[in-house]
């Protein structure tokens, strides 16, 4: 089975530009996630989706970024205009459920530098 | 104080030793633990669940302690391959069960 598929997997752009991630979650998932991963920072949780709804976007870090999930199979994370410290690896998520023992499986991330 | 916290390391093994992370959390009220694993430049990816009584995954041994709010690994006969970034995954507790990941520790075991 294919796992969590992000595109793309390398985005180099120019501060002030608008950027666009994508995110495929696992066939049957119910929840989908997206994490930002910085040296300084650590993995910090962005939002959280279940069935296609947006639960928590306290991670959010500001009005630049926005999530959609338009349907089960589908997940953009767009930042606009982007900046140099939003240069960071992006990864998006999918679980089964949002209980204590449902695994999160992880696409392999964007790698995302803002000039 | 941090939610989750964690030695970020590196710590520098050879071959064949046993090694031990600790992780310490605030919330008193979170409900599950996880080690992930990731290694450079890759995902995470699951290790192992972390359960009250404790468990044991071949040369992985995962610990909870309530009382003082740690979780901690046990890797024995350290590999090459488990050269890695260890995340500690504690759940946010209150009824939500969304993770909230510690920076990691990096292990380095060398020949």
């Known amino acids: 089975d294919a796992g969590v598929i992000q595109s793309p997997r390398h985005e180099v752009t120019e501060m002030g530009q608008e950027v666009t991630l994508r995110c495929k979650p696992i066939?049957?998932?119910?929840?989908l996630f997206w994490y930002r991963q910085t040296m300084m920072r650590g993995l910090e949780l962005l939002i959280y989706f279940n069935n296609n709804v947006p639960i928590d976007d306290s991670g959010m870090p500001e009005d630049r970024f926005s999530a959609k999930m338009p349907n089960a199979s589908f997940s953009t994370l767009k930042i606009q205009p982007s900046e140099p410290r939003d240069s960071a690896v992006y990864f998006c998520?999918?679980?089964?459920?949002?209980?204590?023992?449902?695994?999160?499986?992880f696409g392999p991330g964007t790698r995302l530098t803002v000039l | 104080r941090k939610e989750v916290e964690q030695d970020p390391g590196p710590f520098n093994v050879p071959e064949g030793a046993t090694v031990a992370f600790n992780c310490t959390y605030s919330?008193?009220?979170?409900?599950?633990f996880f080690w992930y694993r990731q290694d450079c430049r890759k995902e995470p990816k699951l290790l192992m669940s972390v359960y009250s009584s404790g468990n044991e995954d071949g040369r992985f041994t995962a610990q909870l302690n309530r009382a003082s709010q740690y979780i901690s690994l046990l890797i024995r006969d350290s590999k090459l391959s488990d050269s890695a970034t260890y995340l500690c995954v504690v759940n946010r507790g209150g009824g939500s069960y969304i993770p909230t990941f510690g920076r990691g520790t990096s292990l380095i075991v060398h020949p």
């Open positions: 066939s049957g998932h119910d929840y």
């Open positions: 998520a999918s679980s089964l459920g949002g209980g204590p023992t449902d695994e999160q499986f």
């Open positions: 919330n008193s009220a979170s409900q599950s």
